[in-house]
């Protein structure tokens, strides 16, 4: 069975420093796609940035950035810039390639960003 | 209208009570989720309708029963809860074999 494990509970930073949220994940799969998940307080869960395991190049969404390391199962989340408006808990997922729905999520990790 | 929509926001009741929870989207998806979020813990798949089909997490209790009259609604009904199942609930939306899931606010429930 598959799973994913987010090691940092919470993390803060100072706004307009880096940060970098791990996620590590257990699968035999070779086809999956690997996402991370964004739920600023009170406010719905986003979708920030989506990985297919088949593509080498790491997903870029302007400050978002992955780090993909197949072999290591290793799928960190890189904030460049960070800004108040990035506060919020922030799920990994993984999902099987062939599936029709079903999502592994990770714990969550809180984070926040201080002025 | 925009997105998912989820209602009531906050509902709190007792053990005895019998209520429903509704979300609607917006998005012309083919798949709609519960999923029951509580602190410290993964999301937990609770039931999907999926292409008029229905999939549910086996270990959800028989208290907790799921309705999805049309590809744009879904419910789920609340009867003789535990203080446990006390959570925010979560409805999602998306397109089958597409991990892009679209979240409704949520609704916080609370029995006491």
């Known amino acids: 069975a598959q799973t994913v494990t987010q090691s940092q509970p919470e993390m803060s930073v100072q706004e307009a420093e880096t940060v970098t949220l791990s996620c590590t994940y257990d699968?035999?799969?070779?086809?999956?796609?690997l996402f991370w998940y964004k739920q600023p307080p009170s406010r719905q869960m986003i979708l920030v940035i989506r990985q297919e395991a088949y593509k080498q190049q790491n997903a870029t969404e302007n400050r978002f950035s992955v780090n993909f390391q197949k072999a290591a199962k290793s799928f960190s989340l890189k904030i460049s810039d960070s800004q108040l408006g990035d506060t919020a808990m922030y799920f990994c997922a993984f999902m099987k390639g062939d599936s029709n729905y079903q999502l592994i999520w990770g714990a969550g990790t809180k984070l926040i960003i201080k002025p | 209208e925009t997105g998912v929509t989820q209602t009531p926001r906050h509902l709190v009741m007792g053990m005895t009570n019998k209520k429903s929870l509704k979300c609607e989207q917006h998005l012309g998806h083919n798949a709609m989720y519960w999923y029951k979020q509580s602190a410290k813990k993964p999301l937990e798949l609770m039931f999907v309708y999926s292409l008029e089909e229905r999939v549910e997490n086996n270990s959800v209790p028989s208290r907790f029963s799921p309705e999805c009259p049309n590809s744009s609604h879904l419910f789920l009904h609340l009867h003789t809860l535990q203080p446990e199942d006390s959570a925010l609930y979560l409805c999602a939306s998306s397109q089958v074999r597409n991990g892009e899931l679209f979240f409704g606010e949520g609704s916080r429930l609370t029995v006491l």
């Open positions: 699968t035999s799969e070779n086809n999956y796609y």
